[in-house]
């Protein structure tokens, strides 16, 4: 994609504070490294009502401390817009959790296609060796809230344990 009406956001490492369990390896990180960026197009205005937006997430791999990389996620501000996700290429795993924290976790893996209902909170994680690279299609009067991620956090963490993946609650 690229053109006037398509946009760019990088987030580093150092944009991600609070996001990663382990807050003395994130400290120790490099805050310049990029963890991921979006290319959105947005043919009509944020907030306006029946438009769609496109994006495309590449999401590097990496860990801080023992947790993999991962998007900082979101619930849509208007919890009745709903997201599509597909997975081009890369391995992850999307997790989504709902107001109860209740949480769930797929396999991303290309051609996979997930349809997240507008209640869920969404995040990406790359549990693989190469970029994951994955489009999105959502409401353009959906809009964000990271507010209540920020505070809360997801009640589940990738984590590798003994050279794999481990879905860890929060609380572990
Ligand atoms: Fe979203």
């Not at 391995?91 to 107001?99: C, H, K, N, S, V």
Request: aromatic letters at 12%.
């Amino acid at each position: 994609m690229c053109g006037a009406p398509v946009a760019e956001s990088v987030k580093t490492l150092g944009d991600l504070k609070g996001i990663f369990r382990d807050q003395a390896a994130w400290q120790d990180s490099d805050p310049d490294r990029e963890v991921y960026r979006v290319r959105w197009w947005a043919p009509v205005v944020s907030g306006n009502e029946g438009g769609l937006f496109w994006g495309v997430t590449i999401l590097q791999p990496g860990r801080v401390g023992d947790e993999y990389f991962m998007t900082h996620g979101h619930f849509h501000a208007n919890r009745t817009r709903a997201e599509y996700y597909a997975t081009v290429a890369g391995i992850g795993t999307l997790l989504r959790m709902d107001a109860e924290r209740r949480t769930w976790a797929e396999d991303m893996v290309p051609g996979g296609l997930y349809y997240i209902h507008g209640e869920h909170a969404h995040r990406a994680v790359n549990i693989g060796d190469v970029p994951l690279i994955f489009w999105a299609c959502w409401g353009s009067d959906a809009g964000y809230d990271y507010g209540t991620i920020q505070q809360h956090g997801f009640a589940t963490s990738l984590l590798e344990r003994d050279g794999k993946p481990a879905i860890v609650p929060h609380s572990s």
